[in-house]
């Protein structure tokens, strides 16, 4: 699950141990370029998962969900998320398709109206089935768009007792809710640990934050994390479990007919 524009998010990075980068001398481009290119969307398998809706004044909604992931022979990403349960939202499903010309295309099956509609680009700031989520965070970085962020590295800290890098991303994309995400980034497995969103008008806006690692195939994976509106107080929790890495997909699974199946 890649989160935002900026394609270092939190539940989206997935890496297998690395020699750590040592120095101040390394570049804040390089720690992300490098985090991207373990990203949990640059996988292919599949996973099942458990969404945790709560809101700002109590209240929990729990949806169950499948999500499979397929890196293609020309590199782009797919993403094909399709709802189990609850009853209200079982059949709907959800489609991002990278371009190598511009934005992702995303759709959105609702099987009540037995229609695909197309998310449309005023559209992916919307929040996503009902969570802390957006669209915009559920889609790989625009290509071309990497001129429209800036990078800086900050001083080094710990999260969790681990330590991290620190990059601040300053965005200029058209159409981002985020002025600026600050990502701390394990030293040594390059996974998000945590990130905070910036507004538009330079508030801060949402607090993600990976709870739990576990290793699948020698690789490290964030399998829980939290993600908290701090303006409106409400937060979900996205826990994934039985993924498999090994799975056999194809590109015919990822398409806007796949999706009413």
């Not at 394609?7 to 481009?29: I, K, R």
């Not at 939202?89 to 190598?100: H, I, M, Q, S, Y």
């Not at 390059?190 to 690692?213: C, H, N, S, W, Y």
């Amino acid at each position: 699950m890649n989160l935002g524009w900026i394609s270092v998010t939190a539940l989206a990075l997935a890496a297998n141990p690395q020699p750590a980068a040592t120095g101040a001398d390394v570049d804040a481009s390089a720690i992300v370029k490098k985090a991207m290119a373990r990203n949990l969307l640059s996988l292919t398998g599949t996973a099942h998962a458990i969404m945790k809706i709560k809101g700002a004044k109590g209240g929990e909604k729990i949806r169950d969900l499948d999500a499979k992931l397929l890196r293609t022979k020309t590199g782009m990403q797919q993403v094909m998320i399709s709802f189990r349960t609850p009853p209200e939202v079982a059949g709907t499903a959800f489609l991002v398709l990278e371009r190598p010309d511009g934005p992702p295309d995303q759709y959105l099956y609702l099987p009540a109206l037995k229609k695909v509609r197309r998310i449309a680009a005023g559209q992916a700031t919307d929040s996503f089935m009902g969570s802390d989520f957006s669209y915009i965070d559920l889609s790989p970085l625009p290509a071309g768009s990497t001129n429209d962020v800036e990078f800086k590295r900050l001083p080094d800290t710990q999260v969790g007792g681990q330590p991290v890098y620190v990059i601040e991303a300053i965005t200029k994309i058209a159409g981002s809710p985020y002025s600026k995400i600050t990502t701390s980034i394990h030293r040594e497995h390059f996974i998000p640990l945590q990130m905070e969103f910036t507004d538009a008008f330079g508030k801060p806006l949402k607090v993600l934050r990976v709870t739990k690692l576990k290793k699948f195939d020698d690789k490290l994976l964030p399998v829980e994390a939290e993600m908290k509106n701090l303006q409106k107080g409400s937060s979900t929790t996205l826990e994934l479990a039985e993924i498999d890495l090994k799975a056999k997909l194809t590109e015919t699974e990822f398409s806007p007919e796949a999706m009413q199946q």
